[in-house]
Nanobody
Framework: QVRLAESGGGLAQAGDSLRLSCEVS????????IGWFRQAPGKEREFVAVIRWGDGKTYYGDSVKERFSISKDDNKITVSLQMNNLKPEDTAVYFC?????????????????WGQGTQVTVSS
């Protein structure tokens, strides 16, 4: 089992930066990818980014890969999402999630475990 707890959401203006953090715990989290999805009101869930715990390999969604950066801290056992040059269309609830299988983030299920989510609101 993997437990995930997000922090760091809030209000920002277009062009600002925000950093989200996901505290990871559980018996075998190191066997998972840990990352982020988002869902805006009235829209489908969108894959943002994941990092493979074992070797740090990262994957990004097309809409964010030039602006967002995902990283992990092996000591604190956290995964962070640095979001730069924010745009109003980045407004969404951001969920930390743990997919086990590569590519699952593009599937309907998305991930095996989910956090509660944190709101990010970007004004123009």
């Amino acid at each position: 089992q993997v437990r995930l707890a997000e922090s760091g959401g809030g209000l920002a203006q277009a062009g600002d930066s925000l950093r989200l953090s996901c505290e990871v715990s559980g018996r075998d989290f190191f066997n998972y990818f840990i990352g982020w999805f988002r869902q805006a009101p009235g829209k489908e869930r969108e894959f943002v980014a994941v990092i493979r715990w074992g070797d740090g390999k990262t994957y990004y969604g097309d809409s964010v890969k030039e602006r967002f950066s995902i990283s992990k801290d092996d000591n604190k056992i956290t995964v962070s999402l640095q979001m730069n040059n924010l745009k109003p269309e980045d407004t969404a609830v951001y969920f930390c999630a743990a997919p086990r299988v590569i590519g699952d983030w593009y599937s309907r299920r998305g991930a095996d475990y989910w956090g509660q989510g944190t709101q990010v609101t970007v004004s123009s």
